[in-house]
């Protein structure tokens, strides 16, 4: 775990940045696993911050649903229920299309040609991986991310950004390194921006709910297949 310097030598806003945004990649890329219960001392002495800071991360992680936090348990990672997992897909469907829809029209023609190159950037790092994963990261480098931004939408990003977006993105870079979908997945994106491109909404909602829909149906033929093996060994 990386180590950070002590929160008395600098502000305490910039390392509680830090310390968040190190912790919520750690969750996401399943570094510190779903469920699993967060030492306050542990975490605090590995970054070599004070408790005061690592708490005011904590709190951040969870208002984005990353952990919980009881006063009788203390702060676990958050663990989605199969069912609780694809009914954040299905909410995901819904209104990553309405946002897509919303950036057929609001987004400028440097953004989406911006997507474009982002995503000849993405067929590289895939080619690179043999195909074997397609792991976006946060924010910009994020295709999801950019059209939703590009919505202008402040309530969908909210909704979205406040806990959805980072929820979707723990389950996709997990699932990743086990899917088929790397290239599927990059051309879906392609078509995606070519209906921005023409400034079809209609097209724009269609693509993108058939996107995320077709990530569903992997997480539920996943889980089938799992039970069914459970099943026969058992």
């Given at each position: 775990?990386?180590?950070?310097?002590?929160?008395t030598?600098q502000g305490a806003?910039?390392?509680?940045?830090?310390?968040?945004?190190l912790?919520?990649?750690?969750?996401i890329?399943?570094?510190?696993?779903?469920?699993?219960k967060i030492?306050e001392?542990?975490?605090?002495?590995?970054?070599?911050?004070?408790?005061g800071?690592?708490?005011?991360?904590?709190?951040?992680?969870?208002?984005?649903?990353?952990?919980?936090?009881?006063?009788?348990h203390?702060a676990?990672?958050?663990?989605?229920?199969?069912e609780e997992?694809?009914?954040?897909?299905?909410?995901?469907e819904?209104?990553?299309?309405?946002?897509?829809a919303?950036?057929a029209?609001?987004?400028?023609d440097?953004?989406?040609?911006?997507?474009?190159?982002l995503l000849?950037?993405?067929?590289?790092?895939i080619a690179e991986?043999?195909?074997?994963?397609?792991?976006?990261?946060?924010?910009?480098?994020?295709?999801?991310?950019?059209?939703?931004?590009?919505?202008?939408?402040?309530?969908?990003?909210?909704?979205l950004?406040?806990?959805?977006?980072?929820?979707?993105?723990?389950?996709?870079?997990?699932?990743?390194a086990?899917?088929?979908?790397?290239?599927?997945a990059?051309?879906?994106?392609h078509r995606?921006?070519?209906?921005?491109e023409?400034?079809?909404g209609?097209l724009?909602?269609l693509?993108?709910?058939?996107?995320i829909?077709?990530a569903?149906?992997?997480?539920?033929?996943?889980?089938r297949?799992?039970?069914?093996q459970v099943?026969r060994?058992?």
């Open positions: 775990m990386p180590s950070l310097p002590n929160d030598t806003a910039p390392l509680t940045d830090r310390v968040f945004e912790l919520q990649d750690a969750i890329k399943g570094d510190i696993p779903a469920g699993s030492s001392p542990e975490l605090a002495r590995n970054y070599g911050i004070s408790r800071t690592l708490r005011e991360a904590l709190s951040r992680l969870e208002e984005r649903h990353l952990i919980l936090r009881s006063p009788n203390g676990r990672v958050i663990s989605l229920s199969y997992l694809i009914e954040t897909y299905q909410v995901r819904a209104l990553g299309g309405l946002g897509c919303l950036a029209q609001n987004m400028t440097e953004e989406i040609a911006g997507l474009r190159n000849r950037e993405h067929e590289k790092s991986d043999e195909g074997l994963s397609y792991y976006q990261q946060e924010g910009e480098l994020d295709f999801h991310y950019r059209i939703l931004q590009g919505s202008r939408n402040k309530k969908l990003l909210a909704i950004d406040g806990g959805l977006y980072q929820l979707i993105r723990m389950y996709r870079y997990q699932f990743s086990a899917s088929p979908r790397p290239y599927l990059l051309k879906e994106h995606i921006v070519d209906a921005l023409e400034r079809d209609e724009a909602d693509l993108m709910r058939r996107h829909r077709t569903r149906l992997s997480v539920e033929e996943r889980h297949n799992a039970t069914e099943g060994n058992g």
